[in-house]
């Protein structure tokens, strides 16, 4: 291979990496928008704006203190996000994503969950896992899964 043909062959395979890396980026902003959607729909109480981003099989999974609810599918999801609305003491939240993996075309989107105190200060936190898959052009979230404690960082197994 004569070094002209070798620096064009370099030259493809580093477009190609930035490529995929630009891909990667647009992916995680699009997934940061739509979670950015959902929590603040969260706040407002809009029912229809919430389920717009969850899949008609979605399976959202929450702990709170000793009992686990589970609950699948778009009308029991529906049913489960207006009763929490209409609860006196309903709490606003905020979510930070810390990380975003790819396992076999399920975007995996990993973070803090904070209950927000009346004044907008954060609260309790926990964790959450979100994952998402593409439908059409756009993402919908197939399970939530919130718990009230997070693992701190480890090298130790």
């Not at 043909?5 to 980026?25: E, N, P, R, V």
């Amino acid at each position: 291979m004569s070094i002209s043909k070798f620096f064009i062959f370099i030259g493809l395979i580093l477009s190609c990496s930035y490529t995929f890396a630009q891909s990667d980026m647009d992916i995680d902003k699009e997934l940061a928008k739509l979670r950015n959607f959902a929590v603040t729909s969260f706040n407002n109480k809009d029912i229809d704006a919430v389920m717009s981003t969850w899949h008609e099989d979605g399976v959202l999974v929450g702990q709170f203190g000793s009992k686990v609810d589970v609950i699948s599918g778009e009308s029991n999801i529906r049913a489960y996000y207006l009763s929490d609305f209409a609860n006196p003491h309903f709490t606003k939240i905020s979510m930070k994503s810390e990380t975003i993996n790819v396992v076999n075309g399920v975007y995996i989107d990993s973070g803090t969950l904070s209950f927000l105190e009346p004044d907008g200060s954060i609260g309790l936190t926990g964790c959450y896992v979100m994952a998402f898959v593409k439908v059409g052009d756009s993402f919908k979230a197939i399970n939530e899964f919130s718990y009230p404690f997070c693992m701190p960082p480890t090298d130790e197994h």
